[in-house]
């Protein structure tokens, strides 16, 4: 598994034309593309906002996985309370 990027991190998606920042990592989602609930939560890897107007409403909040990143605009802050959080997500794969 990949280092998560940290949060405050701006990307653009394969098949993107608008950046997202990333403002949460490791979510837990209980709905599917369509929006209805499933039995079953699905792991994405990072959720984002798009960059530069930030949070908008929850239908302008996009997850999304490494896998799907062509291109790391910026980096986001890391210090020594991020590399724990890196250790503790890599020790749980």
Partial sequence: MEPLLP???IVLLKGGNKKLMIYGRKQLLLVD???EETEEPKMYDYIGVMYPE???SPEY???????DIK???FRG???EEEIAFQNEVLSQA
């Fill in 7 to 9: 949060n405050g991190s």
């Fill in 33 to 35: 593309e369509s929006g």
């Fill in 54 to 56: 930030g949070y908008i």
């Fill in 61 to 67: 909040s996009f997850v999304f996985n490494h896998s």
């Fill in 71 to 73: 291109e790391v605009i």
């Fill in 77 to 79: 802050y890391e210090n």
